[in-house]
C-alpha cells in the first residue's frame, strides 16, 4: 500500500558486527518504520578489514540528491511517499 512518512531520525555508522549501514527512521499515521540496514562497505581478505566500496558511496549520495540535501543529517523531517505491506518498506 502506498502511503506518506517523515523521516524523523538518521543513523549513518558501524553496527555492532563492525559493518557500515545506513538506516532512516520513517513515521507515519499511526506507524513508524526503519529503511535501510544495507551492507555499505565489503570485507577485503587480503587486508583482512571491511572497505568502503562504490556501492555504499552510490546509496549515500543517491539519497542525499533525491532530497536535494549536502549533509546527510539534513534528510531529518523531509517527507517520502513509500510502498510498504505493513510491516516493512518495500519502495
Not at 538506516?23 to 587486508?47: N, T
Request: hydrophobic share 35%; proline share 0%; net charge negative.
Amino acid at each position: 500500500m502506498y502511503d506518506i512518512g517523515q523521516i524523523v531520525r538518521t543513523e549513518l555508522g558501524k553496527e555492532d558486527h563492525g559493518i557500515m549501514t545506513l538506516m532512516l527512521h520513517i513515521e507515519g499515521d499511526g506507524w513508524g518504520c526503519g529503511f535501510g540496514g544495507v551492507a555499505l562497505d565489503s570485507y577485503d581478505k587480503s587486508k583482512k578489514e571491511r572497505v568502503a566500496t562504490a556501492f555504499g558511496m552510490e546509496c549515500i549520495t543517491r539519497l542525499m540528491d533525491t532530497f536535494s540535501v549536502t549533509r546527510w543529517e539534513d534528510l531529518k523531517g523531509h517527507y517520502v511517499r513509500l510502498v510498504w505491506d505493513g510491516s516493512r518498506i518495500k519502495k
